[in-house]
DNA sequence: CGAATAATTGATCGGTATCAAGCTACGTGG
DNA sequence: CCACGTAGCTTGATACCGATCAATTATTCG
């Protein structure tokens, strides 16, 4: 795949970063306190969707360019010929992946829900981290941050039950979500970014246990699952409870 | 803890980077390209010793410094209240933690063997990755391939039986030590960065599994182990089969 | 409305945890 | 140098959680 297949998904021919929206969070966006600031309008971007369950890349292919994720979510996945996957990451709308376009990737990355990318290609990429100081720092801050991510999920894999592990995939969900999540009466009203079996792969389970502890927490009254995507959360508390975390992450002697 | 404590711990006050087994890997050194090269000697650094089993930082405190490994391992570890604990990264010599000193750690940091430390201070740190244009760029190229290390891992905890995960962990370590590892007339050598306990955490298994675990690699004839540490691989081939990993990590249709 | 796909529920199996008992290696002191 | 004690490692018996296989129900989409 080079980058005139690209070329073509590409919705956008205009620069739009005025109305993204996440342009306030987004790490293309030009720094304020920069140089540049104001001298150079952002440019460069190339703007695609894709549908829920269509890859963006392939494990060990090749993509372009570096990403943000405008709107929707997306899956990094792990493989094995054998038909294990484990799904190793879950980007949300700000997120960022294919840090290195010139390398190929690692993990398939598959849009989970109607997914907008913005893309820099390579050489703009390059380009903007040899001329904005600051990019370099606000991309190593970030990457540090899904460090510590991918290693909590660690212990999810290794240490939590069943059980737990859904708790703390919702948890961190309705966390993720809270400025945007819609309340009802009396519950938290949320969509998750995950069908039942890339769940399953994300927490290490079968599909069927993943159904098994949803029943669960519905038989305690944690919450509701209105359709597949959409569940009601009648006690966050409850559900915090069961994620198996310690109240506070303090130390422990 | 403040750095007064780490004062007295520190065994070297002269800087002996040119002594420094790891000098040519080692992230702190001055780039031979950069603007300062010559100018300015390697300066700043405190070596620290630590025998194993001590803690170099409790989750939850604060090491106000950045270190690279000059010799031996280290655990970072993510523990639970209720006794669950999980190694979510292993250090050897050259790698780099606590990054950002300024913060609390969200680990324990442990000594598994031996260890030596060179460390740098928050402001050191600071004074150089403003002056030394590509150290920020060496330290994100050194996070990101930790946070695909800890990608690669979540894997094998949310997908790997027993067998495969602790195939994989000595697999690991072989490649790791490849260079230095002794070759007796037709094995392979080497000693573990962990103790047993220490591997069930790194696994997310118990130690009664790892045990029996070493006892079936021990019955193919992959392996012996000669004391809780040592082990000598007799076929590597099949300790790479046994990981489960698939041939070449090339992409799948 | 009907077909295909996804999700749930049920029954059984198996792998790893747990509980318990030796064993081994190492350090300490006589 | 050896007796002893301790901690870590190994091995055994049993229990339980989650996987697997199978059937049913729900949902989505043409």
Known sequence: MDEQIYQKIARNTADDCITCPEERHCLWRTDPLSDSAGTEPAT??????????????????????????????????????????????????????????????KYTITATTPLELCCLSEASLQHRLETEKALSRRLLERKLHDLQEARDWMFVLGRKTALERLASMIYTVAERYSHRRQRSPVGVELSLPLARHEIADYLGLTPETVSRNFARLRAAGILSTNSARLITIWNMRALMEATGNDEDGGPIF
């Open 44 to 105: 460069g971007f190339k703007h695609m969707r894709f549908t829920p369950g269509q890859a963006v890349v392939m494990a060990g292919y090749h993509f372009p360019y570096a990403a943000t994720i405008r709107a929707g979510t997306a899956s990094l996945t792990r493989s094995l010929s054998d038909g294990r996957s484990q799904i190793v990451g879950v980007l949300y709308p700000s997120d960022i992946f294919n840090s290195r376009p010139a390398l190929a990737s």
